[in-house]
């Protein structure tokens, strides 16, 4: 097993497209590292790089203590996952299994003893002797996950494995993925755009935007303090308020004035902008204490929840509460803040400041 060390990842395309921007990143011997970041931003490049299926312009990669930079993919001692299944569609489940180990020259009784322990691994024992044709589509991902793990690799690389599955398998093989990985200690790097998916199986996310790491941190972190803007708009379902604050009298307020708790180190005088999670607000009746006239715009009820769209001294603002909240459309309410003191950005860096 091994951690992997990306230094300065540099990819210019031959048209000219910077994909990855001086890219440095740190994964754990044994970490789930999940690359998350919208459609064009780098995720895949960078894997591919990692993998050696992609020449970096410059830069250094590491797995383990081994500079890789030189090394062809099949010598870096990984396994990849890709978003299509890519299995051989003439061989049977065992075949396409034992291919990759056939293939290193592994002696017979070893490769059926490896396809075997897989197959157990991913519950294949009923599909070994069906063609992918005969598999469903989330059977046809186990089997190429199985097949990543019959190598015993160093590490596994997932490129976006479950988009091609409807939402319950995906949630299913989220599950399976996060056990294996558990279980065998392997080190993980997963790539996805879904931030739901990121934040269930991450142990560290690295949230990539236009080629550059915008921000590494656990998912609670990402999640309580993102490190942009653009994190902050990126992570959170729904996303995050954005408000143009400013310190005065001690206090945070916003447009509406509403009072926010200011937290420490927050540059006075000059415009700024909070970020307020949706379950950090309330609406309450108006004229209530530290409330602020709002009215509703919209409500969804989610079942569990019911999200309010408020307008509030001009702007939109949503906010999360029980489904025993009852506030009809239109209707005269207060709004609150309730959450402890909110991250706080510079509209002109878009970077964190306190
Ligand atoms: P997606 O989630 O859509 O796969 P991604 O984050 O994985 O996106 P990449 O596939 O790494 O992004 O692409 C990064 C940028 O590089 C994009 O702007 C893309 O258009 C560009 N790009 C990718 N491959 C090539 C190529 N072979 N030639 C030129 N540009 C490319």
Redesign the pocket.
């Known amino acids: 097993m091994a951690g992997i060390e990306v230094t300065a990842l540099h990819k210019r395309?031959?048209?000219g497209?910077v994909?990855?921007d001086r890219v440095d990143l740190s994964v754990g011997d044994g970490e789930l590292f999940v690359m998350l970041?919208?459609?064009?931003?780098?995720?895949?490049?960078?894997l591919r790089a990692m993998a050696g299926l992609e020449r970096q312009t410059s830069g250094d990669i590491r797995i383990g203590s081994t500079l890789v930079n030189d090394l062809p993919p099949a010598e870096r001692d990984i396994a990849m996952v890709f978003q299509f299944y890519a299995l051989y569609p003439h061989l049977r489940t065992r075949d396409n299994l034992a291919f990759p180990l056939r293939a290193e020259g592994l002696p017979e009784k070893e490769v059926r003893a490896r396809v075997d322990e897989a197959a157990r691994m991913m519950q294949l024992g009923p599909l070994l002797d069906r063609r992918p044709s005969r598999l469903s589509g989330g059977e046809q991902q186990r089997v190429a996950l199985a097949r990543a793990l019959v190598r015993r690799p160093r590490a596994f690389l997932m490129d976006?494995p479950l988009t091609n599955l409807d939402a319950e398998l995906r949630a299913d093989m989220r599950t399976e993925i996060k056990h294996l990985q558990a279980e065998l200690g392997t080190t993980m790097v997963y790539?996805t755009?879904d931030q739901v998916e990121a934040m269930s199986l991450g142990h560290r996310i690295a949230i990539?935007n236009k080629?550059r790491v915008e921000q590494v941190g656990t998912p609670l972190e990402v999640y309580d303090r993102p490190a942009s803007l653009f994190c902050a708009a990126f992570i959170g379902s729904p996303p995050m308020n954005l408000l143009p604050v400013e310190v005065a009298e001690g206090a945070l307020r916003g447009t509406g004035g509403l009072s926010l708790v200011p937290p420490a180190g927050v540059p006075r005088g000059r415009p700024l902008v909070a970020g307020v999670r949706p379950e950090a607000l309330e609406v309450t009746a108006p004229g209530e204490e530290r409330s602020v006239p709002a009215r509703v715009v919209s409500a969804e009820t989610l079942g569990d929840e019911i999200i309010y769209v408020l307008s509030s001294g001009g702007r939109d603002v949503r906010v999360r509460m029980p489904p025993t909240s009852r506030f009809g459309p239109d209707a005269p309410v207060g709004l609150r803040h309730t959450g402890g003191p909110p991250p706080v950005y510079d509209p002109t860096t878009e970077e964190l400041v306190a």
Request: proline share 10%; hydrophobic share 20%; with cysteine.
């Open positions: 395309y031959p048209d497209t994909a990855v970041g919208p459609s064009g931003c780098g995720k895949t490049t960078t976006e790539v755009h990539l080629g």
